[in-house]
């Protein structure tokens, strides 16, 4: 959590919270043969050998993540969604373009932050080959083949840049899911001094996040479940509900 700042639960029955936590087996962790030294505050036990959260703890730096993404929709601030595990691709897409936020999916190019220029520039290229293309412009200045070609070229951009397009500008905060998985994206992130909030599992470096949420990054619905409330408490900030 980011130094003076402190939230509350937005919620009157912090058990149906807890209760909605567990019914999407947000309290699953890995082994304790995997778990990063930095989660042991928030290990409840073992079952079957395998690590269960403490919720209410979970519960608690849930809180002020929700805030402080609430604070930056306040602000007219871009939030930066990133998910490249397979069990998170689709749900973060698919939120992150609820709320008109960029997202990364398929994988995390090098120096999208700390090279961001040049990353805009490819972005910005994306753009203009697409306008050219829905407006004919490609099928009148090239031949077949080239137009083969130059739609590849669209593809392999749009693989790669399809979900920051509108990223004008680096984010204010990211949100991500599995930061031992998206290491390169962790380590740009507090390269370039941007807060990041994650959904963090067992075997994950808490210390390496600003806003770590312990819970199960594995399954699609917990996933699903605090993707959508990071998604509403940004559309909260928004509206000025927060």
Request: net charge positive.
């Amino acid at each position: 959590m980011i130094e003076g700042e402190t939230a509350t639960i937005h919620t009157a029955d912090q058990t149906a919270a807890i209760t909605a936590m567990f019914e999407v087996g947000a309290h699953y962790g890995y082994t304790r043969s995997k778990r990063h030294p930095t989660v042991a505050p928030f290990i409840y036990g073992t079952k079957n050998q395998v690590e269960i959260f403490d919720l209410e703890k979970t519960l608690d730096v849930l809180a002020p993540a929700l805030a402080f993404v609430a604070k930056v929709a306040g602000e007219g601030k871009q939030l930066l969604f990133v998910g490249t595990k397979h069990e998170a691709q689709g749900i973060v897409s698919e939120l992150a373009d609820s709320i008109d936020m960029p997202y990364v999916t398929i994988r995390w190019i090098g120096g999208t932050l700390t090279n961001f220029a040049t990353i805009r520039g490819r972005v910005d290229k994306l753009g203009v080959l697409l306008a050219q293309r829905d407006s004919g412009e490609l099928a009148q200045k090239y031949t077949k083949k080239e137009r083969l070609l130059i739609d590849r070229d669209i593809v392999r951009l749009e693989r790669n840049f399809g979900g920051i397009t509108g990223m004008k500008e680096k984010p204010a905060v990211m949100f991500m899911i599995d930061p031992k998985k998206e290491q390169t994206a962790v380590r740009e992130a507090r390269q370039v001094g941007i807060p990041i909030i994650a959904l963090a599992g067992s075997d994950c470096n808490l210390k390496e996040v600003d806003y770590p949420i312990p819970a199960n990054d594995s399954s699609r619905s917990s996933i699903h479940f605090f993707t959508k409330q990071i998604t509403d408490a940004y559309k909260k900030g928004h509206s000025g509900k927060a």
